[in-house]
């Protein structure tokens, strides 16, 4: 009798697989390279609304968007199209030798129907590091053809984030970007963030919110004027702090920035990178804030992630300037407005405004999660603040709630908290000891439940590691 065949025994893993071709050949952004090629990567092979699964079929609740940038959700048909056509019909060209494409200009177009008044004019570039990159270039240029030649410094604020790029990097606030690279370059100078949570661990004392964001506002005068007016270029700013920590700013500060960058002939230059296209629930953070800034950096949203790509608009005075200019621009990329990628940012755009999905933000969806999570973790013993607008929320773990303490740096207590967030299916961002969410701008009220349900499962177990009864 002829025996029955077994099954073909399995030889291969293929989650093992790819993590071992991934240690051999991938370096990874802002990892430790070996410790992860002994731990494993995760890899994630599909995603579908605010929901990604990975190679082992484990599902994961997306409660950073990506990395701020899924405004539309995953897995969204009609951006998907609109890529495939593009891909189709013109897969790639450039816009150098005087060409361009129809994507590209009808993009260029949209976007000013959508800025602050007066930014008519936009560059493209691929990531929100290239578009800080080409606005600090664009806001020295301005100054040369004003004949200003003395203007090269650009300030930022302690714990901003503008890009990974040397100038990007150099701008940034977030000290230990620097050291590995020998940064910051010169010409770069650092003002106080108006950080109001922190505080009193920094010395300021019991103050508050609106008095500190007016001292940090003056604070930074005092920086301008030691440095001299004549020698600063431009302010660059997050119109809300995002990877420093989710700083929302006192209502004080920006009319109070703003008068001083006026009284000192200083350029704004609003990073939209993160608060641009909804996530606050206005178009741009500049909207929320009252801000004329003069140059505008977007990313992520602008394409909801789907596309790589960033753009820079100019306000009127650099718009007019630059562009009337009697020479050559000298600046450009490979792939500056791709045709691909700007179908799929022309889409994207066409779905937030025909869904609603920005007054959604506003209106609804955006204050049922902020007064959730303030329900859920005002009076957790942990948590010492929330903060947070539109959809973008924090919530701080400190050791002491009354004197607003952080735990020691060493405890790495986000970390903890973050691994628990993983252990648990749930896609929430450690910033120190900050935990973050920005969920996609399509998430439900049923889906914030679940979504908080899990991040205070996650907090409380970091609660139980530390002894701390939640």
């Given at each position: ?5 077994s099954?073909?025994a ?5 989650t093992q697989?790819?993590?071992a ?9 802002f ?7 002994k731990?494993?990567v ?8 605010i929901?990604l699964?990975?190679s082992?079929?484990?599902?994961l ?5 990506g990395?701020w940038?899924?405004?539309v959700?995953?897995g969204?048909?009609e951006?998907a ?7 189709n019909t013109?897969p ?7 060409t ?7 993009l260029?177009?949209?976007?000013p129907?959508?800025?602050p008044?007066?930014h008519?004019h936009?560059l ?13 270039k664009?806001i ?10 003395e203007?090269k ?10 890009g ?10 977030l ?6 690279w ?9 003002v106080?963030a108006p950080?109001?949570?922190g ?9 508050g919110?609106?008095?500190f964001?007016?001292?940090v506002?003056?604070?930074t005068?005092?920086?301008?004027l030691?440095i ?20 929302v700013p ?6 109070e920035?703003s008068?001083i960058l006026?009284?000192?002939d ?10 641009g296209?909804g996530?606050?629930g206005?178009?741009f953070?500049?909207f929320?804030y009252g801000l004329?800034?003069d ?5 992520k949203?602008?394409?909801s ?6 753009a820079i ?6 718009g007019?300037?630059i562009?009337?200019a009697?020479?050559e ?10 045709p ?10 066409e779905v937030?405004?025909r ?11 955006g204050?049922y999660f902020?007064?959730r999570v303030?329900?859920i973790?005002a009076g957790?013993p942990?948590?010492?603040?929330v903060r ?11 050791e002491d ?5 952080p735990?020691?740096r060493e ?6 908290c ?12 450690a910033?120190r000891d900050t935990?973050v ?5 399509i ?16 907090i409380?177990?970091?609660a139980g ?6």
């Open positions: 009798m002829a025996r029955a065949k099954a073909p399995k030889t291969h893993n293929q697989h790819w993590q071709l991934d240690a051999a050949h991938h370096i990874h952004p990892t430790h390279t070996e410790a992860l090629a731990e494993g995760r890899v994630i092979t599909r995603a579908k609304g929901y699964w990975d082992d079929g484990k599902k609740m997306d409660g950073m968007s990395l940038c899924v405004q959700g995953y969204n048909k951006l199209r609109a890529g495939c056509e593009a891909l013109l790639y060209y450039n816009h150098f030798f005087k361009t494409n129809p994507w590209t200009i009808e260029a177009a949209k976007l129907t959508l800025l008044q007066g008519q936009v493209f570039a691929n990531s929100g590091s290239e578009a800080t990159d080409t606005a600090l664009l020295r240029y301005y100054w040369n053809l004003k004949g200003r030649t203007k410094i650009h300030l930022s604020r302690m714990l901003s984030y503008h990974v790029t040397m100038a990007a990097a150099s701008l940034s606030g000290t230990p970007m620097h050291p590995q020998d940064l910051p370059f010169p010409g770069f100078a650092k106080p950080y109001w949570y505080a009193k661990a920094a010395g300021y004392g019991e103050i919110a609106d008095e964001g007016l001292l506002a003056r604070e005068e005092k920086i301008i030691e001299g007016p004549d020698r600063i270029a431009s302010f660059s700013a997050e119109p809300v702090q995002g990877a420093g920590g989710l700083i006192p209502a004080s500060y920006w009319p920035m008068r006026k009284r000192h200083i350029l704004l230059h609003a990073d939209e990178v993160i608060t296209f996530r606050t206005e178009w953070g500049s929320v004329n800034p140059i505008m950096t977007m990313a949203g602008l394409s992630g789907y596309q790589p790509i960033s608009s100019l306000g009127a005075n650099l007019n300037v562009a009337s009697k020479e621009l000298v600046h450009g990329y490979t792939y500056s407005g791709h691909v990628a700007s179908a799929v940012a022309l889409k994207n755009l937030l405004e869904d609603g999905l920005i007054a959604r933000v506003k209106n609804s969806i204050p902020q007064r303030r329900e973790f957790h942990l948590v010492g603040e947070g607008v539109g959809l973008l929320v924090a919530m701080e773990l400190v709630k009354n004197e607003r303490r735990f020691p405890r790495g207590v986000g970390t903890i973050r691994d628990h967030c993983f252990a648990n299916g749930l896609v929430m961002r910033i935990m969410l920005a969920p996609p701008l998430i439900t009220e049923a889906e914030i439940e679940k979504l908080l349900a899990k991040a205070k499962s996650c409380d177990l970091t590691d530390l002894g701390v009864s939640p």
